[in-house]
């Protein structure tokens, strides 16, 4: 007869199997994410073409490595270790929102609206012109959380979209822990500003493994 521990045992490796087979089908939907955020896939080449944009300043460079930071990209950290993790640690994330940015948002996801994309239909709508993707303002609490020490995986996620957020604006992704979950789970609050404006609000559970030894 199966103990009560032998059925837990059973019922976390499968719980481990499924969510690696979960996390396995993500990756493709996060490398839509780097490539809006500025992030090229190793194995695309460069164009040779200079890196300024179409008003002369400097572009995001594209290859940014596991765990690196482009110049634009800012970042805070309250916690460098997870096992320092506690309620009341943060850590944002901020980035401008640029044309490109929703152009190849809008290619790789299929999300082409022209509420995002075509700024003489934008401009009849109640916004008054193009916004950027819902989807990809709240993409920047992810890479919030990657600023997490340790092997941040996403467990839930609740979202609420307050505000717009027009194409070219810098917004801001902002994650304090409220709650430790135990069993290294962590309930965080999430929120999206653009300025003081609070653009998505809502909050997110991670579980939060020691890093793979080096």
Not at 121 to 131: L, P
């Amino acid at each position: 007869m199966m103990t009560s521990e032998t059925r837990r045992s059973t019922l976390l490796d499968a719980w481990i199997e499924t969510t690696t087979q979960w996390v396995e089908s993500v990756v493709a939907a996060n490398r839509t994410l780097m490539t809006a955020f500025g992030v090229a896939p190793p194995e695309e080449p460069s164009t040779g073409q200079d890196d300024t944009d179409a008003e002369g300043t400097d572009a995001e460079p594209t290859g940014v490595g596991p765990g690196g930071d482009a110049p634009a990209w800012e970042t805070e950290v309250t916690a460098e270790q997870s096992s320092e993790l506690e309620a009341g640690d943060r850590f944002t994330f901020t980035k401008a929102l640029a044309d490109e940015d929703v152009s190849a948002f809008a290619g790789a996801s299929g999300d082409t609206n022209p509420l995002h994309l075509d700024e003489e239909y934008a401009e009849e709508t109640r916004f008054g012109g193009r916004i950027v993707h819902g989807t990809l303002v709240g993409g920047l609490i992810s890479a919030a959380l990657a600023r997490m020490p340790g092997v941040v995986v996403y467990l839930s996620q609740e979202t609420e979209f307050r505000n717009p957020v027009p194409v070219g604006e810098r917004v801001t992704a902002d994650c304090e822990i409220v709650e430790e979950l135990g069993n290294s789970q962590y309930r965080l609050a999430t929120v999206v500003r653009c300025d003081e404006t609070t653009v998505v609000d809502g909050e997110a559970v991670v579980l939060v493994d020691e890093p793979p030894a080096e």
